[in-house]
Nanobody, 115 residues
């Protein structure tokens, strides 16, 4: 059973930065594409960024140029560097597989951007 543990969220003023971390256990992490997702208050969960097993990345238009996804296969970890945070980035952030299947969701980490 894979477990995902997200961390690094917090309250940050507009224009600030945060680095989120996600640790995965119980699977061959390096062969999977991974994504960061977020769920704003009262809205559905959405894909923010993904990184393939080979290291290629892609981003939602709303975060392009501000967020950077990376991975460390030796540590079974994926990261999301978030710069120039805005109030509209407020959400619970989750990591999971990128693709048609999902591992059980972790608890997520709350990011709150204040104006």
């Amino acid at each position: 059973q894979v477990q995902l543990v997200e961390s690094g969220g917090g309250l940050v003023q507009a224009g600030g930065s945060l680095r989120l971390s996600c640790a995965a256990s119980g699977s061959i992490f390096r062969i999977h594409g991974m994504g960061w997702y977020r769920q704003p208050p009262g809205k559905q969960r959405e894909l923010v960024a993904f990184i393939t097993s080979g290291g290629s990345t892609n981003y939602a238009d709303s975060v392009k140029g501000r967020f950077t996804i990376s991975r460390d296969n030796a540590k079974n970890a994926v990261y999301l560097q978030m710069n120039s945070l805005q109030p509209e980035d407020t959400a619970v952030y989750y990591c999971n597989l990128y693709g048609p299947t999902r591992w059980p969701w972790g608890q997520g980490t709350q990011v709150t951007g204040s104006s």
